[in-house]
């Protein structure tokens, strides 16, 4: 049974960013990057992961006590109805999810057609991911979700996917972009993914099906399809780039995050 004791949960027990958990991959705060000025955008505010649904007793009081109250779930309904996430019994964040599909069969959870799984078929099917998401509608609306709820609800928030590693890495990339965080800064932080300490988790649950799809899949073709890669986000910038001009001219027309909406978010989220 979960304790509501506050005083168990195990905010200590982290490493940089990361948050150490036996159920939640890549659970990690997203702030404390720097700001020109001086600033840094908030910590204790801003978190990401992967999915819940084998976290731990322990997990859900850590989650408790981060005081999340809006939580961004970027998974399809297949993937929620699949992995539903554990809740805290106490749990009472507003939880926005798309109704619907996100991701057309995620090459990290073992779909898109039986292939012998090479390090750059690997590669291949991930950059044909981050190709596809600037015009998946599904993730244009979520993306939207995400910054109106940011916008507009107050205390912390958790942006997560399965994997927590793609469509959440762009979320939290594309929110340092709106609150003014350098460029190499935000490449640091996508890539932070490939230092979880929590990757058992990952390949504990997702593993079995991609070798039940792929067959045994060597370690480099693994961690680019488990870990992220710099040209994933590139590739996600260079599409934005060559189709609106900029990454803040689709932000502000694709994703309704225009002057006024940054100058509150920023209000909001850098100190």
Do not use: W
């Not at 939290?172 to 972009?177: E, P, Q, V």
């Amino acid at each position: 049974m979960i304790s509501d004791s506050l005083e168990a949960a195990p905010n200590s027990a982290r490493i940089g960013p990361f948050f150490f958990t036996q159920g939640i991959h890549n659970l990690r705060d997203y702030g404390g990057y720097a700001i020109p000025g001086g600033e840094r955008v908030r910590t204790g505010v801003l978190f990401r992961s992967g999915q819940h649904m084998e976290a731990s007793d322990d997990d859900l009081v850590l989650l408790h006590a981060l005081d999340i109250r809006t939580v961004i779930d970027l998974r399809g309904v297949s993937e929620r109805e699949g992995f539903p996430c554990r809740r805290h019994p106490n749990f009472a964040a507003q939880v926005i999810a798309h109704d619907g599909e996100t991701s057309n069969s995620p090459p990290h959870e073992g779909g898109g057609g039986q292939v012998v799984m090479t390090p750059q078929k690997a590669r291949e099917r991930m950059l044909a991911v981050y190709t596809r998401m600037p015009v998946n509608p599904a993730m244009i609306a979520m993306f939207t979700r995400y910054f109106n709820a940011l916008d507009e609800n107050d205390g912390g928030s958790l942006v997560h996917c399965f994997a927590g590693k793609d469509r959440t890495g762009i979320a939290a990339s594309l929110l340092l972009h709106v609150l003014g965080v350098h460029h190499d800064d935000i490449v640091r932080e996508f890539l932070l993914t490939n230092d979880a300490p929590t990757r058992e988790i990952l390949e504990r649950q997702s593993l079995p099906r991609m070798e039940a799809h792929y067959g045994a899949i060597e370690p480099e073709a693994l961690h680019n399809l488990m870990g992220v890669l710099p040209e994933y986000i590139d590739t996600y910038i260079a599409e934005v780039t060559r189709d609106h001009g900029s990454l803040d001219a689709y932000l502000a027309t694709i994703l309704g995050v225009d002057e006024a909406r940054k100058q509150r978010l920023r209000a909001k989220l850098v100190a």
